[in-house]
């Protein structure tokens, strides 16, 4: 029988953003981000995304007339901030090569347009990365996570400006710079194409500031500049930091042709577009034709800056990172069609796959397509950066969790992952699990809805002791990244 295990060097790890895990939102100098004004809906449909993400100027008004963190769950998290040497050392035990995570931007400069940084906050980074590096953990950082300033949001209307560009470049040298012998790989932005879906966490953006312009004008114009500031970022690490490796970060959006009619696999090819337009400007590094002809076809005008196209073209990325979820259907009409929610969009149900309690349809042969279609596309190496299964864990009487059906939901993707790189020729670099620890789900700011191998005792309200409870399957991942895989065959 032939041993399958995943390739040399693989960096098996797990992932986690400051904003849903640091917590200590007004410590150490930190400013106030968008996250921390996000205030949870727990009276809303799980199922129901846009709802789930409405704000409006009110709202932050609201928001910041309170220190509550019951209702603002962003401003809690898992208590990382003040936990971190325990959780990086857990980590260490499941035997992680790297471990995924993001520098909150508003902890370094706390307004964001600031003219020094938060020495505070520079100092707690350098901390989480020693920490790593003591026990060999590669540390992969996002520089922008959901996390802009509150002040970009309020005073200069988010990304929507073209000054933030420069704040965001200012940030990018602070951290390149002072990060450079400790932190060899970095995303620029985290799921760029979620500006579409998800204004204003992505770009701080707030429909209602924006009072005769076309919405879909400003979250392109918007994306524009998140295009302009990633491409600088590269630039600025590969400068600083000699072999460092910069990659964009794509929400992998997979869609199968409902039915075989060519109507329907029109739709699907149409869809797929929406999702690769993000990728491949970052990859190219200049916008597709086709859009380029949405933007003719919707009204759209970009406004550049001279310099705007040959920085994109001489700065694209090093690698493609995603996160994959699960798969949708595309049909040219909906009606008489069921329809199931995910992470970021809802799409039509596929009566050949099972739904988690949140609706999202579980598909572990998407992955391996996904990761077919992205490599053939751009010819680089992708690596695997969120994945994971949000589930209700209970603690047993005896204190031990049984989340066997994580276990079931990682063997079938992880096995797929590998059909991928061992039969498909796929080069990966690497996988990390998304929530590796609890903490505060993006999509309806639950604690509930958990990702972990680690349980935190936190509630949907913030209440709890945050003790850390390893779950079967912590000791399951662990025995699957000592025998890179091979584990997973026995």
């Known amino acids: 029988m032939v041993t399958r ?59 910041l007339k309170t220190d509550d ?38 902890r370094i400069f706390p307004n964001g347009d600031d003219t020094q940084p938060n020495e505070e906050g ?6 989480v990365f020693d920490e790593c590096l003591k026990y060999g953990i590669e540390p992969l950082v996002t520089m922008s996570h959901y996390e802009p300033p509150i002040n970009l949001t309020l005073n200069y209307n988010g990304w929507y400006s073209r000054e933030v560009v ?14 450079k012998d400790k932190v060899k790989y970095w995303l620029t932005f985290n799921e760029i194409d979620s500006m579409i879906r998800h204004p204003y966490t992505t770009g701080g953006l707030i429909e209602d500031r924006f009072p005769g312009i076309e919405w879909e004008q400003v979250i392109f114009q918007a994306m524009h500049h998140q295009f302009v500031a990633s491409a600088i970022a590269t630039k600025i ?22 039915t075989c ?29 086709y859009l380029l002809s949405r933007f003719k076809n919707h009204g759209v005008i970009i406004k ?10 001489d700065y694209p990325v090093d690698f493609v990172s995603f996160s994959y979820y699960m798969s949708s259907c595309s049909a040219s009409s909906t009606e008489d069609l069921d329809v199931a929610a995910g992470n970021t969009i809802t799409g039509i149900k596929n009566p050949y796959l099972p739904s988690s309690d949140w609706g999202w349809q579980i598909d572990p042969i998407g992955l391996r397509i996904s990761m077919v279609d992205l490599y053939d596309r751009y010819r680089m190496p992708l690596f695997i950066v969120e994945n994971g299964l949000g589930a209700k864990d209970e603690v047993k009487e005896d204190g031990t969790i049984d989340d066997e059906y994580r276990i079931n939901y990682f063997d079938v993707h992880f096995k797929s992952m ?73």
């Open 261 to 289: 009619k060519p109507e329907d696999v029109l739709k699907a090819q149409q869809d797929m577009r929406g999702t690769y337009c993000y990728s491949d400007t970052q990859v190219f590094g200049e916008y597709p034709s």
């Open 237 to 258: 690490c590969h400068e600083i930091i000699p072999g460092s490796m910069v990659g964009c970060m794509l929400t992998k959006l997979t869609y199968y042709p409902y």
């Open 5 to 63: 295990r995943f390739p040399e060097g693989f960096l098996w790890g797990g992932a986690t953003a400051a904003n849903q895990v640091e917590g200590g939102w007004k410590e150490g100098g930190k400013g106030i981000s968008v996250s921390d004004c996000a205030h949870h809906n727990l009276d809303v449909d799980v199922q129901n995304f846009k709802k789930q993400n409405a704000i409006t100027s009110k709202d932050i008004e609201t928001a």
């Open 69 to 106: 963190e019951s209702l603002y769950p962003k401003r809690h998290g898992s208590h990382f901030y003040h936990h971190y040497k325990e959780d990086i050392k857990m980590f260490a035990q499941m035997g992680f090569k790297v471990y995924r995570l993001s520098i909150a931007w508003s």
């Open 122 to 127: 520079l100092k707690f980074y350098d901390n």
């Open 418 to 490: 590998l059909d991928a790189i061992e039969y498909d020729g796929v080069e990966c670099l690497g996988y990390t699990s998304w929530g590796c620890i609890d903490l505060v789900s993006e999509s309806t700011k639950q604690m509930s809805k958990r990702y972990g191998f680690i349980y935190v005792d936190c509630d949907d309200y913030g209440k709890g002791t945050y003790t850390r409870i390893p779950k079967k399957s912590f000791y399951w991942y662990k025995n699957v990244i000592e025998s890179n895989g091979e584990y997973l065959f026995k």
């Open 166 to 179: 420069g704040f965001f470049e200012t940030y990018a040298k602070t951290i390149c710079t002072r990060y």
């Open 304 to 313: 550049k800056e001279s310099g705007d196209d040959k920085v994109m073209k």
